[in-house]
Nanobody, 126 residues
Framework: QLQASGGGLVQTGDSLRLSCTIS????????MGWLRQAPGKEREFVAA????????YYGDSVKDRFAISRDNARMTVSLQMGSLTPEDTAVYYC?????????????????????WGQGTQVTVSS
């Protein structure tokens, strides 16, 4: 239901764009997010936005380098990543918090996300 693409092998300082498409749409997304997991580490929040509204949210380690955006008509959310470093190497997951009328959790908590994509590998070489 969430199809992520765009990962790959890049060098330090490079940019990369990830995309995630909701297909087929069997739910109403409330929040769309990108999270990542590096080998031996816990899953980490990267960025998120509400499906309606303008606010965006970023993890401290990617703030000012990454930008999340959406295309409602195409049911797509993207993550533009810049100034990449080896510390950004991870599997990146697209995930959503499904709209159920109310939400009292945290966008920054990976456990808040209900539906996950398959993940796409991003490797940054030094």
């Amino acid at each position: 239901q969430l199809q992520a693409s765009g990962g790959g092998l890049v060098q330090t300082g490079d940019s990369l764009r990830l995309s995630c498409t909701i297909s087929p749409r069997t739910f109403d997304p409330y929040v769309m997010g990108w999270l990542r997991q590096a080998p031996g580490k816990e899953r980490e929040f990267v960025a998120a936005l509400r499906w309606s509204g303008r606010n965006t949210y970023y993890g401290d380690s990617v703030k000012d380098r990454f930008a999340i955006s959406r295309d409602n008509a195409r049911m797509t959310v993207s993550l533009q990543m810049g100034s990449l470093t080896p510390e950004d190497t991870a599997v990146y997951y697209c995930a959503t918090i499904v709209y159920r009328g109310s939400f009292s959790g945290s966008y920054f908590n990976p456990q808040s996300y209900d539906v996950w994509g398959q993940g796409t590998q991003v490797t940054v070489s030094s």
